[in-house]
């Protein structure tokens, strides 16, 4: 099992595939033990999957497939069964990223958005594997959604990027799901984030980069990269007022218990 600090939400093909190999060797550097590549089209999910050949012994390279709400005009609305089919071929170990988007969705994309969502959730139901929820400008249609769906039937869930209110965060631990923090929680007006931080619990908690966007502080305003992981999760340790190797230790073993494919 990896120890080390685990980046959970990232975009590798968003880098050129040459720095890749670079990319990596700089987050090992950094004591990151593995990093999730997420999907925001499943047109490309053979993308993701290969994408995993980067895999080492000391640092694990996992993916998800999904389709961002940003995209859902763009790709095909696929039935559920096809989802868990590209899922079960390409090893993913999550659904997603998906979710609302509402700040650059038009208010008509917004039932494709909706019923896209739903779908995700389903097959990560099906699969037993969580969804990775994107929310932006959008908590309250994104919480009553996911109650819905909870109420029918329960599922495992990410609520990445965290941006968004207190009480979509508590709804989200309260249904048994995750909460994930990047570079966003480092930046100096971010105070209501970081109070978010404290108030949910341990054990529910990871990081993630986001990147290629999103640097932390000290490296805001960079290209955002796996490597810089490790200052959000020193920064987070500090909010926690926890050492920062328990911290990673913790966060490692809430990333292998919400994934439980990640092996």
């Known amino acids: 099992m990896v120890s080390c600090l685990i980046d959970s939400h990232c975009h590798l093909d968003y880098f050129p595939q040459e720095e890749i190999p670079l990319l990596l060797t ?43 709400p940003n995209h859902v005009e763009e790709e095909d609305l ?15 170990i999550g659904i997603g990223e998906t979710g609302l988007d509402y700040f650059y969705g038009t ?8 019923e896209s ?7 990560a139901r099906l699969l037993n594997i969580p969804v990775i929820i994107h929310a932006r400008q959008a908590d309250g249609d994104v919480l009553q959604l996911l109650e819905e769906e909870y109420t029918n039937a329960p599922f495992a869930m990410l609520l990445h990027c965290f941006a968004s209110t207190p009480q979509l965060a508590h709804a ?5 799901g995750y909460v994930s923090f990047s570079g966003i929680a480092t930046f100096p007006k971010s105070h209501e984030i970081r109070q978010v931080v404290r108030s949910l619990p341990l054990d529910r908690l990871l990081v993630e980069t986001d990147s290629p966007y999103l640097a932390p502080v ?3 305003g960079k290209t955002n990269e796996p490597s810089f992981v490790s200052y959000t999760g020193a920064y987070l340790a500090e909010v926690l007022d926890l050492n920062k190797m328990a911290f990673s230790q913790r966060i490692t073993n809430n990333f292998f218990r919400l994934f439980p494919h990640a092996i």
């Open 218 to 220: 000290p490296k805001r």
């Open 172 to 176: 989200v631990v309260k249904m048994g």
């Open 78 to 92: 696929l039935e559920v069964e096809h989802i868990v089919a590209i899922a079960q071929e390409t090893q993913a």
């Open 107 to 114: 208010e008509q994309t917004r039932p494709l958005q909706r």
């Open 26 to 68: 700089r987050a090992q550097e950094a004591s990151v033990g593995g990093v999730v590549t997420i999907g925001t089209r499943l047109s490309r999910a053979k993308e993701q999957k290969a994408l995993t050949s980067y895999n080492q012994r000391d640092l694990r390279v996992w993916c998800t497939v999904g389709t961002h």
């Open 117 to 123: 969502f739903r779908r995700h959730i389903h097959a």
